[in-house]
């Protein structure tokens, strides 16, 4: 599975931004899809992810009720869009897959990498 993320860019806190993570290869639906961020000095952390098959949701903390994911299996994409942006939300964002049963917020649970989009947000 080859995965390629976009979406991302400049924006003042408050803003959205919607990130894109198109997949070749083989089929999304049957794979686990998670986003990870990581900012610079910092460890790469979990974000969001979509379960396969059944399409469960599970977010960190940090971002439930702002960020929401998604995914068009016809279109062989998953999105991420990030609402209500604060600073601390700058990083490098990387969509990823696994193979995974439900939930997996461990990046050794994910065996593809996207190649990670920039986000940055102004105060």
């Known amino acids: 599975v080859q995965l390629q993320a976009s979406g991302g860019g400049l924006v003042q806190a408050g803003g959205s931004l919607r990130l894109s993570c198109k997949a070749s290869?083989?089929?999304?639906?049957?794979?686990?899809m998670g986003w990870f961020r990581q900012a610079p000095g910092r460890e790469r952390e979990f974000v969001a992810l979509?379960?396969?098959?059944?399409?469960?949701?599970y977010y960190s903390d940090s971002v439930k009720g702002r960020f929401t994911i998604s995914r068009d299996n016809a279109q062989n994409t998953v999105f991420l869009q990030m609402n209500s942006l604060k600073p601390e939300d700058t990083a490098v964002y990387y969509c990823a897959a696994g193979q995974f049963p439900s939930i997996a917020i461990g990046p050794n649970s994910y065996n593809y990498w996207g190649q990670g989009t920039q986000v940055t947000v102004s105060s």
């Open positions: 290869g083989r089929t999304l639906d049957n794979y686990g």
């Open positions: 979509i379960s396969r098959y059944i399409g469960s949701t």
